[in-house]
């Protein structure tokens, strides 16, 4: 057969297969027992030509809904500049491979230095990872490195006011790893720090991992928390939406000991799921202990400053099954598309877009409650750009009706409860739109 | 094509005022009440301060510092760099579904869960499987997940005692490294000299302590595991479930299906087969499969279709859990989609003949100077172990840093650990003749230095970018960020 990917003409095949001292290609595969063989073809229809992969993409995409969005839940709608898009689709770094050859792949070596320290720096804390897959298994690994830790406290502590998707992460990962994980309870929508102390208290918890802000948006208060899981010989872990960072308190003033979460808020697009990624950054004591690749400095024998991928006694392919983790790929291609966001934004744009989002959220919030059709959940603390409202209409009433004026609602995290986020993305029309479609249900 | 100036780390260009964004302004800066001091955050971040043209010079220069399968041969063995077709790019960026959140109810999302279920479908096809999750995010992320399952299954059957995995001495490293993140011993068992499983060794490791074997095939050698017929039958007489590692799924294709080879749970490197590109070491995709009788353990939440035609997401308490925020990498399920529909049945029935033929070719055409320990014919790669003629000193580290400055990625190298000087060579079938034909010249213009001029191997590379680093002042010293330099 003749494809535009198989450069084999019938002349090429006939000089590979003498040099093979085969007759056919089918002569190649003689070792495979007849009974394994594959006696038809695929039931996977004909190739389809480049007009009619794209008529067949246009088709799925026609029946999706396109939608103003104000779901958040851990993943949002944000700007992407035109540079990243452009940079990252650039093939010397889209079709290369995991950096193995440091000589030739200073470029995917040296954004991750960069990656690395704009991450650490973000998260207020000494080093970072190359990256993890998303928030939710990073959050995991966390959980892993710090029950590792101790053997006389391998237990792990986590708020149910974490996301959900994320402690369900876990706690498949704990189950099948074996790590006893326990659930601190919450008080009025934040983790009740009498009950962590408690728990401490026990002697057994190697680690505690809180969100900031929490699955209902609310930004918690960790005074005198680090202070207390040191104390008790555990790790503070603590999980967030990375964008967040440039505003709230970050990890490292908190006095954590790991920062994990999901990157997806430094303009990756949604995608409907991914590709997103997962941050890790730690105290630099922990280096040796760290999951996935860690790009670091070095010189080459001309003495030129050089980037290679180090500490590599870590990892799955020196170690086997002693490494910290399984992971091989990760996110690389992400990490270069928030490095450049990042680059091309600064303190003061990561500042403005968090600034823009939490104002017309506080709008939208007070609007909403204007309505009389919905209240704030918890309106004695304070939020960003998320929140949680108690609905008196069911919430896929609202949702479907939103949805027919091009709005998708938030997320309905009870049949009264939708989680609502605003990004710097929601224009004052479409604000004002959800605002006029929930007074008239 | 190296500037000095751009080529600097980016806070190296960093200038107090610059700015390299714009954004919509905030209409409603008076709305939000104070949020008390102590929860906001006191330092700088630090991040760059540059203007975009900056920031455009700066990423464009540092990827001209890197190779990839567009720029030319990368013959990474276990890897299958093919070809990354555009039309794949193209697709993934669908403007709908990019904006598309993932939390957006189904009812709203039904083309985007009909890709996911569209893709699974033919990945079920491919594989023999029932059914295919798309959620785990890497290929190692999907052994953990399949080992997951194989523990799910026994605990569903109330068999608490199966904490082991046998897993072949020739195996991939992410293996025994999943199985130790998925809670279980990893039990070895060895090769015969042909690379293959010791059935005769595997026979006494067999007992109801075993969850599961993981196995390759072709094994890492590139050689098909003939015994696969009675490997299954002795791994499901002791109870256990055969694990299949798919990373060398690509000469299969069109040739054979590990359901029907008898494995229970595999999974796919959608990067590796399905050619959605490996974004210097990721977004990769790690679907996984199951046999008839398993479908309920994938993990939530699942893709399902209706009978009335529509698709939904269930999330199950039988599952055995879940791994992953989303539906996985979404964009690169939609590449691999396009990519399945392109090649078509007839095309995919094709690609692992070729890939196998390139391989074999390279084989026979090297065989005569480079040591080929396994004499067999491979699938889509195949190992040899360094030089023939060893009394050189030129090592495998050697070859492969010469081949650069011929232009070539290097094979992998010291792997699989069965040999000394492995050197892991995989060429997939979207290289032509010509392409091999100049790879093969110049494997054979090394070999013919290594004897003439050794130094000059040894030293190379010497026309890359930088030259050989020192990895060992990196790892005693370890600097991993600009504030470390």
Known sequence: ?441 | MNNKLYDKLIFELSRQGRCGYSLPKNNYPDAVGSIPATLMRENEIGLPQVDELTVVRHYTNMSTNNFGVDTGFYPLGSCTMKYNPKINEEMAGNSVIASMHPNQPARLSQGALEIYHTLAAALSEIGGMAEFTLNPYAGAHGELTGLMICRAYHDSRGDKKRTKVIIPDSAHGTNPASAAVAGLQVVPVKSLPDGTVDVEALAPLLDDSVAAMMMTNPNTLGIFERQIPQIAEMVHAAGALLYYDGANLNPMLGIARPGDMGFDVMHINLHKTFSTPHGGGGPGSGPVGVRAGLEHLLPNPRVVKNEDGTFDLISSPDSMGRVSSTLGNFAVEMRALSYILSLGSDGLMEAGRLATLNANYIKESLRDVYELPVDTICKHEFVFDGLKDKSTGVTTLNIAKRLLDYGFHAPTIYFPLLFHESLMIEPTETESLDTIDSFIEVMRQIAHEAVNDPEMVKSAPHTTPVRRPDDTEAALHPRLTFDEL
Not at chain 1, 7 to 16: A, G, L, N, S, V
Not at chain 1, 297 to 321: K, M, P, S, W, Y
């Open chain 1, 1 to 441: 057969m003749n494809h535009r990917y198989f450069p084999h003409t019938e002349e090429d095949k006939r000089i590979m297969l003498k040099k093979c001292g085969v007759d056919t290609i089918d002569a190649l595969f003689a070792d495979i027992p007849e009974q394994l063989r594959l006696s038809r073809p695929y039931a996977l229809g004909a190739q389809m030509s480049e007009v009619e992969v794209r008529s067949f993409f246009r088709r799925l995409a026609d029946n999706c809904r396109s939608l103003a969005c104000f779901a958040g839940n851990g993943h949002y709608d944000r700007y992407t500049p035109a540079v990243v898009q452009s940079m990252i689709a650039r093939s010397e770094f889209l079709t290369s491979y995991t950096p193995y050859q440091p000589e030739i792949s200073q470029g995917t070596l040296q954004y991750i230095f960069e990656y690395q320290t704009m991450i650490a720096r973000l998260t207020g804390m000494e080093i970072s990872n190359a990256s993890l897959y998303d928030g939710a298994t990073a959050t995991a690994e966390a959980m892993i490195l710090a029950s590792g830790n101790s053997r006389k406290r391998p237990r792990v502590a986590y708020s149910s006011t974490l996301n959900s998707a994320v402690v369900e992460t876990l706690s498949t990962y704990a189950r099948y790893h074996g790590i006893d994980i326990v659930e601190i309870p919450e008080v009025d929508g934040v983790t009740s720090q009498e009950a962590l102390n408690a728990l401490l208290a026990e002697g057994t918890i190697g680690g505690v991992i809180l969100p900031q802000p929490n699955k209902y948006g609310i930004i918690e208060d960790f005074t005198g928390v680090a202070e207390a899981i040191h104390n008790a010989g555990a790790m503070f872990i603590i999980n967030s939406v990375a964008i967040d960072l440039a505003t709230l308190r970050s990890p490292g003033e908190w006095g954590a000991d790991i920062a994990v979460g999901d990157a997806q808020s430094l303009g990756i697009p949604l995608n409907f799921g991914g590709p997103y990624l997962g941050y890790m950054a730690a105290k630099k004591a922990l280096m040796r202990k760290m999951p996935g690749r860690i790009v670091g400095a070095t010189v080459d024998n001309q003495g030129q400053r050089t980037f290679v991928l180090t500490l590599q006694a870590r990892e799955q392919h020196i170690r086997r099954e002693k490494a910290t983790s399984n992971i091989c790929s990760n996110q690389g291609l992400m990490a270069l598309f928030v490095t450049i966001y990042m680059s091309l934004m600064g303190d003061k744009g990561l500042k403005e877009v968090n600034a823009t989002g939490a104002a017309a959220a506080h709008h939208l919030a007070r609007e909403l409650e204007a309505t009389g059709k919905m209240k704030l959940t918890y309106p004695n603390h304070p939020f960003l750009n998320e929140f949680e409202m108690t609905t008196s209409i069911d919430t896929e009433t609202i949702i479907d009706a939103l949805a027919k004026v091009g709005i998708l609602a938030g997320v309905a995290t009870a049949p009264n409860k939708l989680l609502i986020a605003v990004t710097e993305m929601r224009t004052e029309e479409e604000i004002n739109r959800y605002v006029e479609t929930v007074k008239a249900l």
